[in-house]
Every structure is written in C-alpha cells, then in structure tokens.
C-alpha cells in the first residue's frame, strides 16, 4: 500500500516537472518580440506616412482647403498628362547619371592614388578630403555661388586671369546642369573616396604577390585583382550615391530653384514647389511617389548586383548559388503548399 | 419709480463711460506666457531684434519671446508650412500684402480691427491713422479674388513699405558728367555703355532674375504697369489671364533685351541679396528694384563699398508713350506683422504687434535701425528721419514723384505664388532664347503662358 502510495507520488511529480519543463518563462517568451519591437516600430514609422502619402495623393487636400474630398487618380491622370512631369523624370535622372557616374570614376581614381601611396603629402590629403563631408550640401551651395559670383566671385577672376569672362554657370541653360553636378561632385566625392579607400585597405596581400611574382601588368592587377576584389566597396558607394543624387534638392534649389525655365525642375524640386510653395499638397505627392519607386528600383537592383558581387569576391561560383537558392525556393514552397492542403 | 429707474439708468451709463474712459492697456496681463515669432532677415527684423527693443518688451510684458529669422527665398516656404499646421506656431509672423491674399483667404490670419478699435487692448497714443492710407490699405482685403485691396478686413499693420525705382552710382554719374535717363531706351543704351564701367566684371543694371515670384513684382512689375500691362482682369465672374495684351508683350520684350544686354550674365540666379550687393560692390551702376535694398547699401557709412555714393531717380517711362515720371506706376511691397488666428495667446501677440508698429518704435526704426520708407506719416514727416533718410541723394525726392501713383499693381488672387513663379519661368526662358539666338518670339512665349495661367485660376470665382 505504502509502495503504490510512494509509486503515485513519484508519478504525479514526474508530471509535474514535464509540466515545468515545458512552461517557458515570461522573460523568455517576450524577448523575440522585444528583439523585433524597435524595428517593427520603424516600419510602422515609415509605413504611416506612405500609406497616407498615397491616400492624400487620391484627395483634393492643400494646405489652404485641408478637406481631403477623394478623387481617386485624377492628381496622378494630370500628372502623368503634364508635359512637367516628363521633363522632371529626364532632369532627375540626367542629374543621378552625371553626378553618380563623376563621383565614381573620379572617386575610385583618387582611392586608388592614395590606396596606393604613403607619404606626408597623401596622409594630408586622406584628412583634407572629408572637409567637403562636414559641410551641408546648401551651405556647399552658398560658398561655390560666391565664389562663380560674376564680378566677385574668386572663380570668376581666376577665369578673368585665363581670359574667360561672363561665365553663366548656374543661370544658363546650357551650363547649369553642369554647374550642379559639379558642386554635388565637390560635395560627396570624398564620400566615395573614402568608402572606396576602406575597401582597398581591406584587401588580401597574397594574390597582388603572387600577380608580381607572375610579372602581372599594373593594368593587368587592377583589371583582374583589385576591381573584383573591390566591387563590393563599388557597389555600396554606388548604390548610396545614385539614391541621394536621385532624391537630390538641397543643391539644385539653393542654387537656381530649378531655373533658368524648367531645367533643373527635378521630381524633388517640382513637389517642393508644388506642395510648399503653391500649398497643393495632393498635387505634389504623386511627384514623390514616383520618385519613391524610382529610387527603389535602381537601389533593389544594386544591391542584387552587390550580393552576387559577395558571392565573386568569396571565390563562391554565382551559378552554384543562383541554382541552390532557386531549389530552397521550390522546397519552401512546396512545404507550403502540402501544409496548407494538410490543413 | 419711472425717475428713480431714469436716475439709475444715468449712474450705469455714467459709470460705464467713467470706466470706458479709464480702460487702460494692462501691459502685463500676459505676464508668463510665450510667444512665438517668426522673422524675415531684414533690416525691419534686425530692429526688432539687434538692437535691445525686444529685451524692453519682455521687461514691459512678461512675456517670454522665442523668435527665428529666415533669410526671404525661403522664407514664406517656412511659413507656409507653419501656417498649414493650424497650431498657433507661430503666433506673430512677418508678411507682404500679396501673402495676406492667400494666407487670409486660407483662414490663418486674425482680423485685427477689434484689436485696434479696442481702447482696453490698444494705447490712444497708438494711433492707427497716423499710417498713410495707401500703405497700411494694402493690407486690408475682403478675400474675394479680384477685388481690390482697401477694403475688409485689416490683417496686418506695416513695419515699412518699399516703392520701386532705380538706385544709382551717383558719385560715377556725376564724375563722369552721365546724365538719368528719362525714357525706356535711353536706359537700355545707358545700361549697355556701362559694361565694364568699373573693370571688367562689371555692368549696367542690376535686377532680380531666380524662378521666383520675387523676380516679376519689383522692377519688372513697375514698368510693367506704367507701359499699361494687367495681370488679370475679371470677367463674368472669372480671372482671366491679360499677359498676351500688346503692353505685356512689348514691355517683356523689352525688359528681356535690358536684361541680356545691359545686366549680369548670372541674372537668373540674382535674389534681392544679389542685386542690393552689386551695387553696393560697385559691380553694377543702377538697380532698379526696391527702393530700401540700395539704400542699406548707403547707409549706414560702411554698410558697402560704395557707400554714401548712390542716388535714386524714380525710374523711367516707355520710350515715346508721352509720359513723365510722375505717371509711373510704382508697385508697392509692405513688410508687416500679422498675427495667427489659430494663436492660443492673441492677447499677447496684439501686444507684440502693437509695441513694434507704435510710433515709438517706429521712430526708433526709422532713425536708429536703418528703417527707411516708414508707414507712419509722423516718423516721416519728422526731422530727426528726414535728416537721416534725406541724406540719401535723390531718395525723398523719389518717393515724392512715385507716391500719388503707387499701389499695389497685381490683382489680388490665392494663387498668387503660382502663377507669379510660372511668369518668372518664362521671363528666364525669354532671357535664355534671346541669349543664344539675339532673338526671341516674346509674343508667343506670353500667349502660351495665358493659357497655362488661365488653367491654373479657373477654379477661382470672383464673388
């Protein structure tokens, strides 16, 4: 009697314990969630201001009549029927093209020159060249303005002492998308420089070793060895310059306000005008959802290049990758399918 | 019972008068509170601010004034922004006349004809008639599209007014025996033989020239409408658009050639700041533009580099047209302060306002802080501001000449900015063909910016 009594005792406490096993502490259960909440909470952050950005865009609301009567896509019918909308697609990607593209070439250039020199002279300038970065693009702006300033203007007498006189740079059609550029140029090329230069530190010794060794050209290095080794650090600069030089106001505005005409009447600069200046709030937010979409495109479609890229610079064979990513895929998603029939 | 009613009814009314009487401004009755202000930089701003006066009123108050100045190209955007909140930030704001078309028309601006009328909320000494009409009426509008200023609502009071006309290199013109041109193509002749007048670099005329309102409404706006140019006329009930008139296409063609030929090459990035400094650097040799921005370049000595050298004239008239200068039709800008209608402390802000429009400060302003062009006929008609402004060659005499015909010359309408920054694009468009080419289809140009301009007001009705 005892020993069955001793025997439900032991029975019920074995029970018991499974049952604490499987009880998870509070602190335990709430940590994913907590691991999520702050980027949840940003997303929710982004997704509330574009969720109502495209219901405004449906309205009639200004800043002056704040009644948003619903009008489904008649703000986005007249946009796209606007001969404006057009010219400010061409203006913002001609502006991305030459900026991203100078910005580049002249900031791979220059890594290259101090990746691969070590004296007085290349220590002062990798310091000199983040000055640009400390300024804001405006106040960038303001200081080239003065210094192109027709009669004034320190740029404008140098080009004085070369015979050059009544340059127009920001106030001529023909010149002003090359004046932009140019400041933008000034503004943010040390950003890629800088980017590029991390990544040339970081690469491996022995395979430029061994190219020497093999009497490998310089071009012959910098073609097969250090562009792929470096196209990574590429990609990354690449992908932030485009998208901020996409969305690009600061520069345009402060300088020219998108003049002389419509020249550099950028998506940015045409919704600021239009929504702020003209307070046509609904009018002007088709203009920044194109842009958004702009602007995601190209950044999804870098950074795909930039993930093969990983791939490349690892040594891994893309196609092996791309083929077993694909059958995770058909996997996932075959699971998926049974479980939702099982169900 | 009838007399004692009758004797009780005299003491209430009796009373009520000894009261009204009385009633008195209680400058501390907002004692704790705060105001927020927003400024534009401006030497009307630098006298609010610079010289100690807003420290005076606080003292006097209480009131605790938190205040931003924004430089004018951007100024009106930040406004708007704050004004679209309907938060009551800020409380007071400085404005032009063609701003209160949109803003009062919105609902942001406070009538403020209670505030003045109200002898417990406004000193006696304060006196509101003391502004010339003309000036402190361009603030008064009763927000039907079309219809004149000078009547409704007062919904700002003036800290100074600009008139339009041209500034000059006096002390050049004299030395070198030039004499003022009277007539449209005498100008342009001038301003071409002053290329290079001071070295090279430097140019006849300077004037405004961004993708901005800013452009259009100073010297542009002043010939534009002594050669017989309309904005827009009403028309059964609608705006319609008269910028394809023959004035408007023969003085824009003119303006463009002014441009091209006797101005700066960087025109289409001049602001008011660009202009106003050009002279004063002895860049450029005449400015026409508003009638202060040369003058801060004159005075006070050492503001610039020419200054205690320039003169003004009132401008000049359409070459042929048989007019003189006394027919020039001035536009007219006014810098004032209004107040938010969604302020949570409009007794405080009317205190604000009040203190900064009276003829004391204005006085100040006028004499102290480099305030040319006072709204208030006794600080102008003072000696102590005639001494000083007077000084100024040519400027008294000048604004004489243009003030019978001066006013504001757009028609009021909401879409005032629009429209106004469209006109701009096309004038720099003008600028650039004839630029390239040595020519340009002025009237084509104009007609195709009717049409866009009549779009852009159709759905305003003038009733």
Same mark, same amino acid.
């Given at each position: 009697m005892g020993l069955n009594k001793n025997k439900a005792t032991n029975k019920e406490g074995g029970a018991a314990l499974a049952t604490d096993l499987n009880v998870v502490p509070l602190k335990n259960r709430i940590r994913p969630y907590l691991i999520v909440a702050p980027a949840l909470l940003i997303t929710i952050g982004i997704l509330i201001p574009f969720g109502m950005a495209i219901y405004y865009s449906l309205t009639t609301y200004t800043f002056r009549r704040p009644i948003a009567d619903f009008v489904w896509f008649r703000n986005w019918i007249r946009m796209f029927q606007a001969k404006d909308f057009w010219n400010a697609v061409w203006v913002t990607v001609r502006y991305a093209f030459w900026a991203t593209l100078v910005e580049m070439l002249l900031g791979l250039g220059i890594a290259m020159l101090l990746g691969n020199t070590n004296n007085r002279f290349s220590r002062i300038l990798r310091v000199a060249l983040i000055f640009p970065l400390m300024v804001a693009p405006v106040i960038g702006t303001i200081i080239w303005q003065l210094m192109l300033s027709h009669g004034v203007g320190i740029i404008d007498k140098f080009l004085n002492l070369l015979g050059i006189y009544g340059m127009q740079w920001g106030a001529s059609k023909k010149t002003a998308m090359l004046t932009v550029v140019m400041i933008d140029v000034w503004v943010n090329c040390p950003f890629v420089i800088i980017l590029i230069l991390a990544g040339i530190q970081s690469l491996p010794k022995s395979p430029f070793e061994s190219a020497k060794i093999d009497g490998g050209s310089g071009w012959f290095n910098f073609m097969n060895l250090t562009l792929p080794m470096l196209k990574p650090s590429i990609l990354i600069a690449l992908l932030f310059r485009l998208m901020a030089a996409l969305q690009e106001f600061g520069i345009i505005f402060s300088l020219t306000k998108g003049g002389p005409g419509d020249t550099l009447m950028s998506l940015s600069v045409t919704a600021y005008t239009t929504g702020y200046m003209y307070q046509k709030f609904s009018n002007a937010l088709p203009y920044i959802l194109v842009l958004w979409y702009i602007v995601n495109k190209c950044a999804s479609f870098i950074v795909e290049k930039w993930r093969i890229s990983q791939y490349q610079a690892a040594g891994k064979d893309v196609e092996v990758e791309k083929k077993q990513r694909f059958w995770h895929k058909f996997i996932k998603s075959k699971d998926a399918g049974s479980a939702a029939k099982g169900a | 019972m009838k007399k004692l009613f009758a004797m009780v009814l005299v003491l209430v009314m009796a009373l009520a008068m000894v009261a009204g009487a009385s009633a008195e401004v209680n400058w501390k009755e907002f004692e704790g509170t705060k105001l927020q202000v927003m400024l534009n930089q401006h030497n009307y701003q630098k006298a609010v601010t610079d010289y100690g006066k807003l420290e005076e009123f606080e003292a006097l108050t209480g009131i605790d004034v938190e205040y931003s100045v924004t430089p004018e190209e951007n100024y009106f955007d930040k406004l708007n922004i704050g004004l679209a909140a309907r938060n009551g930030d800020p409380d007071i704001f400085m404005t032009g006349a063609y701003q209160v078309w949109d803003y009062a028309s919105a609902g942001y601006m406070e009538p403020l004809e209670d505030y003045i009328n109200d002898p417990a909320k406004t000193e006696a000494s304060y006196n509101f008639d003391d502004f010339y009409a003309g000036v402190v009426g361009t603030l008064c509008w009763d927000c039907i599209a079309g219809h004149p200023v000078g009547e409704g609502s007062q919904y700002a009071i003036p800290m100074g007014y600009e008139l339009n006309n041209i500034a000059y290199n006096w002390k050049y013109f004299e030395e070198n025996g030039i004499a003022l041109p009277e007539d449209t193509d005498q100008l342009l002749e001038l301003s071409k033989s002053l290329n290079g007048w001071n070295g090279e670099g430097s140019y006849g005329i300077a004037v405004r020239g961004t993708r901005n309102w800013a452009t259009i409404h100073p010297g542009y706006m002043t010939l534009f409408s002594t050669w017989g140019g309309k904005d827009f006329e009403v028309e059964d009930g609608r705006l319609v658009c008269k910028l394809d008139s023959e004035e408007a296409i023969a003085m824009t063609d003119y303006w463009v050639k002014l441009v091209v030929e006797g101005s700066s090459p960087q025109w289409a990035t001049f602001t008011w700041y660009e202009a106003g400094s050009h002279l004063g650097a002895g860049v450029a040799a005449l400015l026409y533009d508003a009638t202060c921005n040369g003058y801060f370049q004159n005075y006070p000595a050492g503001a610039s580099a020419e200054s205690g050298n320039l003169g003004w004239f009132p401008g000049v008239v359409p070459a042929g047209s048989g007019l003189t200068a006394a027919d020039i039709k001035s536009n007219v800008w006014v810098w004032s302060l209004g107040m938010n209608s969604y302020s949570d402390n409009k007794g405080g802000a009317w205190l604000f306002l009040q203190y900064f429009t009276s003829p004391e400060f204005m006085l100040f302003s006028g004499t102290e802080a480099a305030c040319a062009d006072s709204p208030r006929a006794s600080v102008a008609e003072s000696e102590a501001? %005639? $001494? =000083?402004?007077?000084? $100024?060659?040519?400027?008294?005499?000048?604004? @004489?000449?243009? *003030? &019978?015909?001066? /006013? #504001?010359?757009? /028609?009021?309408? &909401?879409?005032?900015? @629009?429209?106004?920054? /469209?006109?701009?694009?096309?004038?720099?468009? *003008?600028?650039? @063909?004839?630029?390239?080419?040595?020519?340009? !289809?002025?009237?084509?140009?104009? %007609?195709?910016? %009717?049409?866009?301009?009549? #779009?852009?007001?159709? !759905? =305003?009705?003038?009733?």
């Open positions: - | 501001y %005639k $001494s =000083i402004v007077g000084a $100024s060659y040519g400027y008294l005499e000048a604004l @004489e000449v243009l *003030l &019978p015909n001066a /006013t #504001i010359q757009f /028609t009021p309408q &909401p879409y005032f900015f @629009e429209t106004t920054t /469209t006109w701009a694009a096309t004038l720099q468009d *003008l600028v650039e @063909e004839y630029r390239t080419t040595g020519a340009c !289809d002025t009237a084509a140009a104009m %007609k195709a910016l %009717k049409a866009e301009l009549d #779009i852009a007001v159709e !759905d =305003i009705v003038c009733e």
